[in-house]
């Protein structure tokens, strides 16, 4: 039978990694949310300066495929997939996650980028 309630945020651990080695981050679930909130926070930090280059990016390209560029997608991914090989050891299937939360991220720019591109005009060397 399960208890389908929310944990306690400041309970005791109920379970335990079986492999020695394993190191516990915290003392409790509570603290573990807060390390997470303060990570994502940096994460969007990170996200907001990365859409700064994305837009600045704009005024390099010529139309709506140099935007959606391709062969940069799949090399973005190649890259992260990789990065994410790293951390591999640390959270099983991590590389299908990270390759799967930027090809959303991607995608998610490439839209917006798209739209920027209408707000760009031609110029003239």
Do not use: W
Request: zero cysteines.
């Amino acid at each position: 039978m399960t208890n389908s309630q929310e944990p306690l945020a400041t309970g005791h651990a109920v379970r335990r990694f079986k492999d020695p080695a394993y190191v516990e981050l915290a003392l409790n679930l509570q603290t573990l949310r807060d390390q997470i909130d303060d990570l994502d926070r940096q994460i969007v930090a990170l996200m907001a300066a990365r859409s700064l280059r994305v837009r600045d990016a704009t005024r390099f390209k010529k139309d709506a495929f140099q935007v959606a560029a391709p062969a940069r997608q799949a090399e973005v991914f190649k890259k992260v997939r990789n990065l994410a090989s790293e951390h591999a050891d640390n959270f099983p299937g991590f590389e299908d996650i990270v390759e799967s939360a930027y090809r959303s991220l991607v995608a998610g720019f490439i839209a917006a980028e798209q739209t920027l591109f209408s707000q760009t005009e031609e110029v003239t060397p």
